[in-house]
């Protein structure tokens, strides 16, 4: 099993910054992806950044020139958000992919964090 743990969200002035912790544990042989997910009322889940060796570095549009995800050798990916909108107001859930012996893959996902930007 792995656990996901997400920390860091909170209130902000639109223009600010915030910086999302996952850190993630358990039984990690090996870890395809880590990557930042949000929902915002009324939408849908959508991807907002995602690192992994296979993957490479991506980013929604929105919030390209802005957000930065970065990875430490301790399993703890972060998401350092900077010149914060009102519209990146949402819950932001950590998912983090990991391989199986048999060369499939398993999403596990943490409770999500709440960021919210004050116009």
């Known amino acids: 099993q792995v656990q996901v743990a997400e920390s860091g969200g909170g209130l902000v002035q639109a223009g600010g910054s915030l910086r999302l912790s996952c850190a993630a544990s358990?039984?990690?042989?090996?870890?395809?992806?880590m990557g930042w997910y949000r929902q915002a009322p009324g939408k849908q889940r959508e991807l907002v950044a995602l690192?992994?060796?296979?993957?490479?570095t991506n980013y929604t549009d929105s919030v390209k020139g802005r957000f930065t995800i970065s990875r430490d050798a301790k399993n703890t990916v972060y998401l350092q958000m900077n010149s914060l909108r009102s519209e990146d107001t949402a819950v932001y859930y950590c998912?983090?992919?990991?391989?199986?012996?048999?060369?499939?893959?398993?999403?596990?996902w943490g409770q999500g964090t709440q960021v919210s930007v004050s116009s």
């Open positions: 998912k983090i992919v990991v391989w199986t012996p048999t060369g499939a893959t398993i999403d596990y």
């Open positions: 690192t992994g060796r296979t993957t490479g």
């Open positions: 358990g039984s990690l042989v090996s870890i395809k992806s």
